[in-house]
């Protein structure tokens, strides 16, 4: 069988962040009535001219510094001339030839492997209407309404080189750039709500050719679960394609995500199809340093610059730095955090440990997450000084879901404080070794699972309040704080010297082994 290989670009659509459209005062709220936001510019009615928004440019250059992009002084607006029922006046103010962004990259780690994508261009354009279909896809309609409330709405464009070779790099690559647009708040990647969406591009060669095979474009996909399972499944069905004997058509496709299957929507069309030429309603954008300078003053710690940060200033390893910069909202909780708590990497664990698990159990994101920063920082903090065992922490922390109380209310409200009182665990520790002989046996002839069991009991016992750090040193005979050490065979001696009444016992550990010396009435 022919081993082929993938090859992917992106065409991103990100809503901007304005409170008016692209060429007219109408607002860009989301969730309106069908058809509330409309006037004769955005709706292209005879006559209307179009006045173009300086945040809109001023976004463009934002995203475009963070992108690494050059941004071009001279750009100008085109009409993109296409029908269809989402675009009332039957062509598209957008940028063909003179865009304001050029160049560029994003970085992204798979698997270990770190890789540089390329961004080809950035440009401006409003977006289209919104067709709401009867069925559940274009395909399975019988008919579509228009609300033109979207259209007229600032986009920018973000088009990829087709360097990725698989969707997890696809993912990869549309998850740091969604972060990016959200730390420099150009756009805010509400991909639900489709203010950040992605058209993916997809072809496959065969080992060794040098030209890239027939491409088909995938649109309108928002959340990275689609774009990775729509690039899977894509792939899929161009290499059965090529195996059978036919020919990969060019073309647009949409995909359907209740049944996990890409289909047909029409024929792919080139640049000449569209009859660009320029807006002649708008006049072309000429910026001058000054004006990039500016922006370039505005742009905050990007989503990088910030793991970089958190690895020197906090040691998180890559891994745990990348996973917490990967929303704004995540890393601003955790440099709250950790701004009272003894502990980062603590910290980093339960963002990406229980906090998250919860988060997704409930669909919320950070934002949504009741537990302030500074009440977790403070759970933290009582595990390290000993106060909570981390098996007590989840059960206060369990508590503070329902109600985002203090720990240390809780742990006294609960009775939950961790027993760490030497003398009181040391009791603990002579019962569960008379009253297991048998572990104790096993342990001593060199079964290290032993200890394990026999912690659990003392855990038991103490239901879950003593120390375990306390519990597992006392057993295995190192030192606890300035007390002597008390190691499990010493422990055992010392239970039968007491049952048999013994008065005074000195126990004393030397390099080369152990003497025990006692003296009895």
């Known amino acids: ?29 989301f969730g309106s009535l069908p058809n509330t936001h409309v006037c004769p510019v955005c709706l292209g009615m005879p006559g209307a001219l179009p006045v173009l928004n300086k945040q809109v ?61 390329g ?26 309404a228009v609300d033109y409330n979207r259209a007229g709405v600032p986009l ?36 639900q709500e489709g203010s950040l969406r992605c058209d993916a591009n997809i072809s496959i060669m065969p080992e060794g050719a040098k030209e890239f095979g027939t491409r088909a474009e995938i649109k309108n996909l ?20 090529l195996e059978d004997g036919g020919h990969v058509v060019q073309e647009t496709r949409t995909w359907d995500e209740a049944n996990g299957v890409t289909l047909s929507m029409r024929s792919k069309e080139e640049a000449h199809d569209y009859r660009y030429f320029p807006e002649p309603d708008l006049v072309p954008v000429q910026l001058d340093d000054a004006w990039i300078e500016r922006i370039r003053e505005t742009l905050p710690e990007l989503p990088a610059q910030r793991q970089a940060r958190l690895m020197s200033e906090h040691g998180l390893p890559e891994y745990d730095a990348s996973q917490i910069v990967s929303t704004k909202a995540m890393a601003e909780y955790f440099d709250e955090a950790v701004k009272t708590a003894k502990d980062s990497k603590a910290v980093s664990n339960w963002l990406l440990g229980d906090v998250s698990a919860y988060m997704n159990n409930e669909g919320i994101t950070i934002a949504d997450f009741k537990v302030t920063p500074a009440h977790l920082a403070e759970l933290v903090n009582l595990i ?67 200890i394990g069991f026999l912690v659990g009991q003392i855990m ?7 120390n375990p750090g306390m519990v597992t040193k006392m057993l295995k005979g190192t030192p606890v704080h300035k007390a002597p050490s008390a190691s499990l065979w010493l422990l055992e001696v010392q ?5 048999r009444h013994a008065s005074y016992l000195a126990l004393s550990e030397q390099s080369l082994g152990m003497n025990i010396v006692f003296r009895c009435v």
């Open 57 to 117: 440019v001023d976004f463009a250059i934002k995203a475009g510094l963070a992108l690494n992009c050059d941004i071009q002084k001279y750009n100008k607006f085109d009409r993109k001339n296409y029908f269809y029922p989402d675009l009332s006046k039957n062509y598209q103010i957008s940028q063909f030839d003179k865009p304001i962004c050029l160049g560029g990259h994003i970085d992204i780690v798979v698997d270990g492997e770190h890789k540089r994508i």
């Open 1 to 29: 069988m022919t081993k082929y290989i993938t090859v992917i670009g992106l065409e991103v659509h990100a809503e901007l962040k304005t409170k008016t459209k692209a060429f007219c005062s109408c607002s860009t709220a």
């Open 495 to 499: 239970y039968v010297l007491r049952r």
């Open 460 to 466: 038991k016992k103490s239901r879950g309040k003593a």
């Open 119 to 144: 961004v080809t261009r950035i440009h401006m354009e409003e977006d289209a209407g919104k067709l709401n279909h009867s069925g559940a896809t274009i395909s399975t309609s019988d008919s579509s």
């Open 156 to 191: 920018i464009e973000i088009v990829s080189e087709p360097d990725m070779r698989s969707a997890a790099e696809a993912r990869a690559y549309m998850e740091n750039l969604k972060a990016i647009l959200e730390y420099t708040d150009v756009c805010d990647c509400k991909m």
């Open 384 to 450: 390290k000084d000993g106060v909570l065992s981390s098996k007590l922490a989840k059960k206060v922390f369990a508590e503070m879901l329902k109600e985002d109380e203090a720990p240390k209310a809780l742990v006294k409200k609960l009775g939950l404080e961790q027993v760490s009182d030497e003398g009181a665990i040391l009791k603990l520790v002579e019962e569960t070794i008379a009253e297991n002989p048998q572990s104790v046996a096993d342990y001593k002839a060199g079964k290290d699972k032993a």
């Open 222 to 241: 928002n959340s990275f679960r689609a774009l990775e399972r729509a690039i899977n499944y894509e792939v899929e069905r161009q290499k059965e394609v």
